[in-house]
C-alpha cells in the first residue's frame, strides 16, 4: 500500500478566499502588487515577495484579526481532515499566510493540524520562515514536498495560487481549486472538499 501525506495550502484553498490580499488591501502602504508580478516572472522568492509584501502594513496583529471576523472555510473541509486520517494520511497545512490568522482560523473550526508557515517575530512584520532541509529548495513549499517524499512517502499537493507553484511541481499527485493560477498549470480541480474526497479516493492504493 501507498505511503500518501498531504501537502495542503490554506489561503484561498481551505479557506474560501485568500486572507493576506485584503490585508495588504487594508493596511499596506504602497505596491504591494509588484512584488507578485516579480514572483510570477521568477525575479524574486516566494521567501523575498513575502517579507517585502508584509513590511509594508502598518497595523498592529490585534487590529488585522478584528478587521477579518470569521473566515469562512472551503466546505466538507473538516469531515476531508477527518476522513483522511482515518486512512492514515497524514494532514499539514503548508502556508504562505500569517501563521496567527492561519491558528486562529483552526482554533474557530477545533481542528488541529500541524503547520508549516513563517511565523511573524514582531510589530514590524518581519517574517521567520521554516528551516529548510535542502539548501537549494527554491522555497519552504518546495522543501517540505522533498522532505517528505526522502521518506518515501507520495505527496499529495492541494492548492491554488503562485506560491503553490514549485511544491506542486515536484508533487507526485497535484489538485487546484477550480479556476485557480494553480488549476492553469494542473487538470485535476476540486470545488469543494467532498469532491476532493471523491477523487482521493480513486488514487492508486
Given amino acids: 500500500m501507498l505511503d500518501y501525506i498531504i501537502l495542503c495550502d490554506f489561503d484561498g484553498t481551505i479557506t ?16 504591494w502588487e509588484i512584488y507578485d508580478t516579480l514572483l510570477s516572472a521568477g525575479q ?23 478587521s477579518l471576523g470569521k473566515i469562512p472555510i ?23 499566510g500569517l501563521d496567527f490568522i492561519i491558528n486562529s482560523v483552526l482554533s474557530q473550526n477545533n481542528i488541529n493540524l500541524p503547520v508549516v508557515a513563517a511565523k511573524v517575530k514582531d510589530e514590524k512584520f518581519q517574517l521567520e520562515f521554516p528551516l529548510l532541509n535542502y539548501p537549494d529548495s527554491i522555497d519552504f513549499k518546495l522543501d517540505q514536498v522533498k522532505y517528505y517524499q526522502a521518506q518515501k512517502k507520495k505527496v499529495i499537493f492541494i492548492g491554488d495560487g503562485n506560491s503553490d507553484l514549485q511544491g506542486a511541481k515536484q508533487a507526485d499527485f497535484v489538485f487546484a481549486v477550480k479556476n485557480s493560477f494553480l488549476n492553469s ?3 485535476k480541480s476540486f470545488t469543494s472538499f467532498v469532491d476532493l474526497k471523491q477523487s482521493l479516493m480513486k488514487l492508486p492504493i
Fill in 16 to 31: 474560501l478566499e485568500d486572507t493576506v490580499v485584503p490585508i495588504l488591501e487594508q493596511f499596506a502602504v504602497g505596491d
Fill in 44 to 66: 524574486i522568492d516566494l521567501h523575498e515577495c513575502m517579507q517585502k509584501q508584509f513590511e509594508m502594513i502598518q497595523t498592529d496583529i490585534p487590529s488585522i484579526v478584528l
Fill in 74 to 96: 472551503r466546505a466538507g473541509f473538516k469531515e476531508f481532515v477527518t476522513f483522511c486520517l482515518s486512512q492514515q494520511i497524514d494532514f499539514v497545512i503548508v502556508s504562505a
Fill in 185 to 187: 498549470r494542473f487538470e
